[in-house]
T-cell receptor, first 109, second 112 residues
């Protein structure tokens, strides 16, 4: 079952902050975050693992609430280059990633 | 340069024809994946392989087939049994299911 992402879309002005949420109905072992620009391949942003380990880009921050089966991606002081569609992928620990439908982010000057 | 390549970038097919999409990686990754992307649907897993000569069905495997004869290569065949094959197809690889996936540039398949 696909994780649910919210919001579906968000428009920001450069410098503003945004939070993208990802919620699963299953217990999770890891949550992955990717960004995809139109017509391009998704690019890895971050992995959050059960137990608190995180791997990813320094400028990206995220949280993982294991009990609530939720993760949030925090985009601060947004730049034009942050525009794209953000996907979370969830994994229960014995299977493959299941991706959400994505959150479209548009940052305007 | 290490990476993952897909070819062709654009592919047109007539109804009733099988077509094979190429995916090659030189990252020495054990795991490889095929995803289908439709507008507003996210990435849906078609097939995956965690080791050479072994692969498993994903969520939407009907009408597709794969092979994994070499570690570097994971071709996807879209058969005539796939009812709605027009989509953007992405191949990815990773060292394991809990490590980051590296995606190829994708193949956009259009059935005429």
């Amino acid at each position: 079952q696909q994780p649910v992402q919210s919001p579906q879309a968000v428009i920001l002005r450069e410098g503003e902050d945004a939070v993208i949420n990802c919620s699963s109905s299953k217990a999770l072992y890891s949550v992955h975050w990717y960004r995809q620009k139109h017509g391009e391949a998704p690019v890895f942003l971050m992995i959050l693992l059960k137990g608190g380990e995180q791997k990813g880009h320094e400028k990206i921050s995220a949280s993982f609430n294991e009990k609530k089966q939720q993760s949030s991606l925090y985009l601060t002081a947004s730049q034009l280059s942050y525009s794209g569609t953000y996907f979370c992928g969830t994994e229960p620990g014995y299977s493959t990633l299941t991706f959400g439908k994505g959150t479209m982010l548009l940052v305007s000057p | 340069d290490g990476g993952i390549t897909q070819s062709p970038k654009y592919l047109f097919r007539k109804e009733g024809q099988n077509v094979t999409l190429s995916c090659e990686q030189n990252l020495n990754h054990d795991a490889m994946y095929w995803y289908r992307q439709d507008p507003g649907q996210g990435l849906r897993l078609i097939y995956y392989s965690q080791i050479v000569n072994d692969f498993q069905k994903g969520d939407i495997a009907e009408g597709y087939s794969v092979s994994r004869e070499k570690k570097e290569s994971f071709p996807l065949t879209v058969t005539s049994a796939q009812k709605n094959p027009t989509a953007f197809y992405l191949c990815a690889s990773s060292t394991s299911s809990v490590s980051e996936q590296f995606f190829g540039p994708g193949t956009r398949l259009t059935v005429l």
